[in-house]
T-cell receptor, first 112, second 117 residues
């Protein structure tokens, strides 16, 4: 069975500071891993995805995530936070059947 | 432009009424999904369909029904049996490729916010 745990339902960072959003997964098969972003009253937009080609994955808006099999983690980072990064972030794991299992989300606040 | 459309954006319903949420995609995707989103609970799968004329229950299917008569369309009906229907509903689709790991992300529509009065 697949599952995702996002540590910290709310994260606050200062503008220009490092963003670190944590995601740990559980999967009985090699996982497909994803990070999505959601702005208020909108759908989810794909930030990046892990496809086994490289453990460090670069996404849109300056975000990246590193797949660490030994730690079963896929944490999302960005070196310098912008005000426009304030949103809800979801980590997801997928099995080969294309079902997705989403974490409960992390709300990112950026303090000016 | 290809994408997923959901309508309406906001929907109000009286208790005891059924209501149908529309989801259309022109991405030529085989698989389509319906999720319910409540604050602090993330996304919960209601129903999904991997092919036309076939669909499966997700984790919270009670009080909901779907149909998949066309590849492009996957409407969701919220019935009066759903005890707490006020939520944000998201439709998604994916290619459903079993051979390529690169194409399996889900694409989401803009959502429908349903409020029961």
């Amino acid at each position: 069975a697949q599952s995702v745990t996002q540590l910290g339902s709310h994260v606050s960072v200062s503008e220009g500071a490092l963003v670190l959003l944590r995601c740990n997964y559980s999967s009985s098969v090699p996982p497909y891993l994803f990070w999505y972003v959601q702005y208020p009253n909108q759908g989810l937009q794909l930030l990046l995805k892990y496809t086994s080609a490289a453990t460090l994955v670069k996404g849109i808006n300056g975000f990246e995530a590193e797949f660490k099999k030994s730690e079963t983690s896929f944490h999302l980072t960005k070196p310098s936070a912008h005000m426009s990064d304030a949103a809800e972030y979801f980590c997801a794991v997928s099995d080969r059947g294309n079902q997705f299992y989403f974490g409960t989300g992390t709300s990112l606040t950026v303090i000016p | 432009d290809g994408g997923i459309t959901q309508s309406p954006k906001y929907l109000f319903r009286k208790e005891g009424q059924n209501v149908t949420l529309s989801c259309e995609q022109n991405l030529n995707h085989d698989a389509m999904y319906w999720y319910r989103q409540d604050p602090g609970q993330g996304l919960r799968l209601i129903y999904y369909s991997q092919i036309v004329n076939d669909f499966q229950k997700g984790d919270i299917a009670e009080g909901y029904s779907v149909s998949r008569e066309k590849k492009e369309s996957f409407p969701l009906t919220v019935t009066s049996a759903q005890k707490n229907p006020t939520a944000f509903y998201l439709c998604a689709s994916s290619i459903q490729s079993r051979t390529s790991r690169l194409d399996n992300e889900q694409f989401f529509g803009p959502g429908t916010r349903l409020t029961v009065l």
